[in-house]
């Protein structure tokens, strides 16, 4: 049997023929084959809690238990009747609450999908983005700083690549990788110290840990920095990372925040109505003089009427809509707690390429070290070619202009495709780089001639802390020196390039750079910098094969500066709006960039982000300033403030002077230095469309449109949805009052309690339920964006929110509701002591027939008058401050169609004998039924009236 060498032992071309591929990857029909032969790169599903077992979970939680033992009591208490009710109201919330967070998680999974996780491949010598689960084996990919690793890869070709394999080996530190073949020292198995040596026990072929050879790339870990390209070897289950079951499962859903506070307000009213059941009994036992049983029943109603049992389903629901609705605004939330967050924010920090801007470079103008210091223009805008650079007239500054844009050019990875439906030009890779490949082509470059004359040799990849990208060349145009050499391009910051550069070119002449030199194109770099331009610098190098052996550092010094690029990143049309509304919101925006000042600070004043002079702090002047300093310069200036050329890394150390001075934070980033920053804000936000995985997954959101505006919508219905719930918590708790004060009354005043236990649970789990739905659907209010954030410390349920729903809207609908009580007793001339005289016999259940059917007269009109009451409370929980007559009526259908679901309940309990029976109603008379066409405009009144007030 022939046994294949391992892959990490071949050389590359071994490598591309064992996996039947070649350097320009796979032909798509291939593909296609490989992909239904081996199947798609995806680890199968892990095991998930079965639905009943999630389902159990509704029925057990800690509201569920205390309604369990209310049942258990009731049925001790010898009203079985009451103990089914109670029984039934914990499935039927089971019921629905598992149905909303069934359908939050369908819809939480279906987001999930927007943004699936890509790869770059060659296919047919075409370098595409495609899905990562269509990967085969075979294809040959390119990776770069920041990429997740989709699949089991053999390095063909890597520069300074380095790549974080924490999640599979637990190292701390991104390790190094490359493209040579290896032989790996094998793994001698041991058993206490000494090597198994016995046949049966374990053979001594070597065995080797993939993760641990330097020419491998594993699926799961990420790009740390460099660049390389690899041939997949495995995919999916196939993978190391699939070899370990325990690496493969789901992230587990935490609860929010939100969540976690309504749990602690739902132990608290608990907690308060298992007091005041045990009061009650008390009370009606040893002063009312009630036996045991009754009393316990009554206790049993108190405890039902206390009990919130709708709320956890409708905060499910609210925060399901609000993620669903910031998706829709292209905000993909992947945390909830992050939906609750967002309407505490007190600052944003913020990058300015493609946030800010449009990301849509194109070449405004040139630099030239010329004897004239001439500023060449250029034309055009987009990827289009169409433009014109207005050459000087001079040939040999003619001839720099084209070394110029051909060293930028070849020292890009970025591509222009034309496409014929519509035609266009479209860029793929870095939007700087294709405008570059877009000015070159304005001066009548060929590129691809210029690209085949001559090869890239080597890459030393941009990153962020050299800030330069440089590329050695195998020279053969004819643009610059006639005679065959090696020669290196490099482009970058311009004072970055500067500083690396010793001479210069003028006027096509090599010159040895002077300090007034220096002087001078720092000068020029200034200028193109105020006018809003980012601006780079390119050098060159010539060289012998000497170049390809140095390391990045001696590559990159005893540069030829040749030249300035000057590119114009418009502004987004809607950001300016957007920071206004901030501002509006007490929001501070801050922009934290790596590009130059001047730049950063033209762009600010275009968008209003700044007014007049804005205070630009640098990387390295914030190298410089202790933690106390930046405190004091953010709380002094965050409303004029700039980081300019400041590291990834540094934005940590601002994002936590901002927390520690009380701020609610938010951090955009993009790259895989930002990660630590996207984790330690109180919202991250990485960039859907030119963030890295690594970002992507350390963020709380998405922004699919990589927009600040995008921002803004997103803390706008954070906000809202934080509202709604105060919204309908103070609907649920207002009628709580209502159903506890019949029971009050009737130890205080000795009368028989103006509702059965059965009608609270109809108010509760069923008249309630939809309108408080439709409370938690709410849009956000118009102008809640010119309020300040609220305070994260605030808790949810306020004393202005418990003195509405208990002080206020509560006590008017106990009044009406006793007010319906007592005026159907009087109508059959019953005064208030021949009242009390019955009430022993009712709650003995030996009243008259008559008697009864009065009573069951009365029940039922307290409780359509707490129903019609919670028609007009609805309402008026609208909004806490502005009038309804401003929101208007029919802003929200969902409400009409609650309070028609409600009536239509109500009828049914009244009328249908079967329910009849069960709830304790009797038909009510005409004359009460317009009485309660007046509840609802008294309660919406009474609020409208202290709206004013408070407004005042």
């Not at 309108?771 to 309020?787: D, K, N, Y």
């Not at 418990?802 to 007592?822: C, H, P, T, V």
Request: contains cysteine; hydrophobic residues 45%; charged residues 20%.
């Amino acid at each position: 049997m022939t046994t294949h060498p391992p892959i990490w032992s071949l050389n590359a071309e071994e490598a591309y023929l064992s996996l039947a591929t070649t350097a320009q990857g796979l032909a798509d029909s291939e593909a296609e084959v490989r992909l239904k032969q081996y199947g798609a790169n995806e680890l199968p599903e892990p095991p998930r809690r079965s639905l009943w077992l999630r389902f159990l979970d509704q029925l057990t939680h800690f509201m569920a238990l205390l309604l369990w033992v209310a049942g258990i009591l009731a049925f001790i208490s010898d009203t079985p009747e009451l103990g089914w009710a109670i029984w039934a109201v914990i499935w039927i919330n089971a019921i629905f609450s598992f149905s909303q967070e069934f359908q939050a998680e369908k819809a939480l999974n279906a987001l999930k999908k927007v943004l699936p996780a890509q790869a770059k491949v060659y296919r047919s010598g075409i370098l595409q983005t495609i899905p990562a689960r269509e990967l085969v084996n075979g294809d040959v990919i390119q990776l770069e700083e920041g990429d997740r690793i989709s699949a089991d890869a053999r390095l063909v070709a890597a520069e300074s690549f380095y790549v974080d394999v924490s999640v599979l080996t637990g190292e701390s530190l991104p390790v190094n990788r490359h493209a040579r073949p290896v032989r790996p020292r094998p793994v001698i198995p041991m058993r206490n110290g000494t090597p198994l040596k016995h046949p049966g026990e374990e053979s001594l072929q070597e065995r080797v840990r993939p993760a641990e050879i330097a020419n491998l790339v594993l699926a799961g870990s990420t790009v740390a920095s460099g660049r390389a390209t690899g041939i997949v070897y495995a995919i999916g289950d196939r993978t190391e990372f699939g070899h370990v079951a325990h690496l493969t499962t789901t992230v587990k859903r935490e609860p929010s925040t939100l969540e976690v506070q309504i749990a602690k307000i739902v132990r608290f009213i608990t907690a308060l109505a298992i007091s005041m059941g045990a009061i009650v009994f008390l009370l009606t036992y040893f002063l009312v003089g009630m036996e045991a049983k009754e009393s316990f029943i009554f206790a049993i109603g108190i405890i039902v009427a206390f009990v919130p049992e709708g709320l956890l389903p409708t905060v499910t629901l609210s925060l399901a809509m609000g993620v669903q609705r910031m998706a829709k605004s292209n905000a993909l939330v992947r945390r909830l707690s992050a939906v609750e967050t967002l309407s505490a924010i007190t600052a944003i920090c913020t990058d300015k390429t493609g946030t800010l801007t449009k990301n849509e470079m194109t070449v405004r103008s040139l630099w030239l070290p010329s004897t004239t210091d001439a500023y060449i223009e250029v034309t055009g805008a987009g990827y289009e070619p169409t433009g014109e650079i207005n050459l000087p007239r001079e040939s040999q500054a003619q001839e720099q202009v084209r070394l110029l844009l051909a060293g930028a050019a070849l020292c890009s990875n970025a591509r222009l495709v034309h496409l014929t439906q519509p035609s266009r030009w479209q860029e793929i890779g870095d939007p700087t780089e294709a405008a570059l490949l877009v000015a070159a082509m304005k001066a009548g470059l060929e590129l691809e001639t210029l690209q085949s004359q001559s090869p890239r040799l080597r890459e030393v990849p941009f990153d962020s802390r050299r800030r330069l990208m440089s590329v050695v060349l195998d020279w053969h145009s004819q643009l610059w020196q006639n005679e065959h050499q090696y020669i290196c391009f490099t482009k970058g910051a311009p004072l970055e390039v500067l500083r690396h550069c010793n001479w210069t070119l003028r006027d096509n002449k090599l010159i040895e750079l002077t300090q007034s030199d220096r002087t001078t194109i720092t000068t020029a770099n200034d200028n193109l910098a105020r006018q809003g331009f980012r601006v780079l610098g390119v050098a060159v190098r010539q060289g012998d094969k000497e170049l390809l052996e140095k390391t990045s550092a001696q590559l990159e010094q005893d540069l030829i500066f040749m030249g300035l690029v000057a590119m114009f990143d418009p502004p987004r049309t809607e950001v300016e709006k957007a920071i206004a509304q901030c501002h509006q919101a007490g929001i501070s925006v801050t922009m934290i960039t790596g590009d130059y000042g001047l730049t950063a600070e033209a762009i600010a004043l275009k968008i209003g982000l700044v007014e007049n002079k804005a205070r630009v702090v640098t990387g390295e002047e914030l190298g410089h300033l202790s933690e106390a300093q930046l405190r004091q310069l953010i709380h002094h200036r965050r409303q004029q403030l700039i980081f300019a050329r400041v590291m990834p890394e540094q934005k940590l150390q601002i994002v936590k002077a901002y927390q520690s001075l009380g701020h609610v934070v938010a951090v955009t980033g993009d790259g895989v230095n930002d990660a630590p920053a996207l984790q330690a804000a109180n919202i991250g936000i990485a960039m859907g469309m030119s963030g890295t995985d690594v970002a992507r997954e350390a963020a709380d959101i998405v922004l699919l449109d990589d927009n600040f505006a995008t921002i803004v919508k997103a803390i706008e219905q954070g906000r809202g949805v934080y509202q709604n719930i105060r919204k309908f918590m103070t609907y649920i708790l207002a009628s709580n009052v209502a159903e506890i004060v019949p029971f009050l009354a009737m130890v205080i005043f000795k009368i028989p309690p103006a509702l059965v236990v059965l009608q609270i649970l109809a108010i509760d789990l069923g008249t309630d339920m939809i309108p408080a739905l439709a409370l938690g659907a709410e849009t956000p209010e118009t102008g809640i964006m010119q309020q300040p954030p609220r305070k994260k410390s605030l808790p949810l349920l306020d004393r202005s929110l418990l003195a509405r729903a208990y002080g206020f809207l509560g006590l008017i609908e106990a009044a009406l509701g006793m007010s319906a009580f007592f005026a159907v007793w009087w109508s059959y001339g019953y005064s208030f002591a021949e009242l009390q005289a019955v009430s022993g016999s009712i709650l003995a259940h030996s009243a008259e027939p008559t008697t009864r059917a009065i009573y069951q007269q009365a029940t039922t009109a307290t409780l359509a008058t707490i129903v019609a009451c919670q028609d007009g409370n609805v309402f008026a929980c609208r909004s806490e401050q502005t009038s309804i007559l401003k929101l208007g009526f029919l802003s929200n259908h969902l409400i009409w169609l609650g309070i028609a679901t409600e009536w239509i309940l109500i009828l049914c309990i009244i009328f249908l004998k079967p329910l009849e029976n069960i709830f304790g109603t009797a038909p009510l008379e005409i004359w009460q039924w317009l009485l309660l066409l007046i509840c609802p405009p008294i309660l919406l009144a009474a609020d409208e009236l202290r709206k004013r007030f408070f407004r005042k």
